[in-house]
């Protein structure tokens, strides 16, 4: 029997990754050392409060049964996260956990697309940004965000006819790959404009902890009016280590909030007790492990771009998130070939920028997930290639 797929599996081919992982497997059987700066999975551990609230809810049987829903203490602990680090003031019902972000932006849509309605997305752009809304049937719309204009969508520029048709945005600042921040005074434009053009704004939060040279990390709802229009994915996978865990939320409109967690209830049984037990001790412990962690993502940040400029290639600093944004060395026109000869010469793996849109080809992102020391080892090791000259 030949067996015929789903044509939209043609879209989710492994590609570059897959050709990346055997490679760098390949290496690594032959001896040579790889420093893998390309996935970004945090290397440093939950806090120990962390490990024992989910350790001690494991031990009981009662919390193996299906959780149905939130537990009462988590959702008061995201409430409480919001209002102090945030300033934001949210109501039980504005708030709903997701099995991490990638899944809640991945199905979102199913309850805000028809076949035909279109969702804008950037470019370049984390891919679950395109995909999640594709299986809706959606068309799906880039935005552009370019250096010339701060990686920040032109708002003014986009068509009116398409706007018309357009059920909702996608944005998420600081911003995975290009690790920028947006200012206040674009969140302060973007939320009007929604409303006036009755778009839907969903906001990926994930980086706010994580975000360099004094500047602070927000939550569009903090926006006068953003709950009119607009809905934040929060993730602990990032601020907290959480990472397999897979523990997110979503918070804003009352209304999508109520329609997704309706949705949720026909595809998921609720997240395991223990976990959510976790959860509530990483968002009502002290901070000051996430401050500590920010300022070592700083040091490794520096360790990376300040040392690549040392050696002669031009990488702009990275404002947030754990990964640093490169334009490829001039001589290079494919970053795709690019990022096999790094690997082949020096043993540094990182992600070809064509991964994450059309507007990311001759761009590559590193993630900033390896000790200082080691990141001086793969900085010292791109010297020796001899690849930026």
């Known amino acids: 029997m030949e067996i015929q797929f789903a044509d939209r599996m043609k879209d989710y081919e492994e590609g570059i990754f897959q050709v990346l992982n055997e490679k760098k497997t390949q290496m690594e059987q032959q001896g040579h050392k790889i420093y893998n700066l390309s996935v970004g999975t945090p290397d440093f551990p939950p806090q120990q409060h962390v490990m024992e609230a989910v350790l001690q809810a494991a031990k009981k049987p009662e919390n193996y049964k299906y959780a149905l829903a939130d537990i009462p203490e988590l959702i008061e602990a995201v409430i409480g996260r919001y209002r102090v680090r945030y300033g934001v003031e949210l109501a039980k019902d504005e708030v709903m956990s997701v099995y991490g972000s990638q899944e809640g932006i991945a199905h979102i849509c199913m309850t805000l697309c028809n076949p035909g309605d279109c969702v804008l997305v950037p470019d370049p752009g984390y891919p679950i940004f395109g995909i999640g809304p594709s299986l809706t049937g959606a068309q799906i719309v880039t935005y552009a965000l370019t250096e010339e204009n701060g990686y920040l969508p032109d708002l003014d520029s986009m068509d009116e006819q398409m706007l018309s048709k357009v059920k909702c945005m996608i944005e998420s600042y600081p911003l995975n790959p290009v690790c920028k921040t947006a200012p206040d005074s674009f969140y302060e434009k973007l939320v009007p404009w929604a409303a006036a053009h009755q778009i839907i704004?969903?906001?990926?939060?994930?980086?706010?902890?994580i975000i360099y040279d004094g500047r602070e990390g927000k939550s569009i709802l903090r926006i006068p009016g953003a709950k009119e229009v607009a809905v934040e994915f929060y993730s602990l996978s990032k601020s907290f280590n959480y990472t397999g865990a897979r523990m997110s939320f979503l918070a804003g409109n009352r209304e999508i909030v109520a329609n997704f967690k309706r949705f949720r209830s026909q595809i998921d049984y609720g997240t395991f007790l223990p976990v959510q037990y976790g959860a509530v001790a990483a968002l009502t412990g002290s901070d000051q492990?996430?401050?500590?962690?920010?300022?070592?993502?700083?040091?490794?940040?520096?360790?990376?771009?300040?040392?690549?400029?040392?050696?002669?290639?031009?990488?702009e600093d990275s404002e947030g998130t754990m990964f640093a944004w490169a334009r490829i060395p001039e001589k290079y026109d494919d970053d795709v070939e690019f990022v096999m000869e790094l690997l082949e010469k020096t043993g540094v793996l990182c992600t070809p920028g064509s991964s994450f849109g059309s507007l990311g080809r001759g761009h590559v992102r590193f993630a900033l997930t390896m000790p200082v020391e080691k990141i001086e080892e793969a900085v010292a090791a791109i010297a020796r290639a001899n690849m930026l000259a």
Do not use: F, P
């Open 289 to 315: 492990m996430v401050k500590e962690q920010c300022a070592e993502y700083q040091r490794r940040r520096d360790a990376l771009c300040g040392g690549l400029r040392k050696i002669g290639w031009q990488i």
């Open 201 to 209: 704004l969903i906001h990926d939060n994930a980086y706010s902890d």
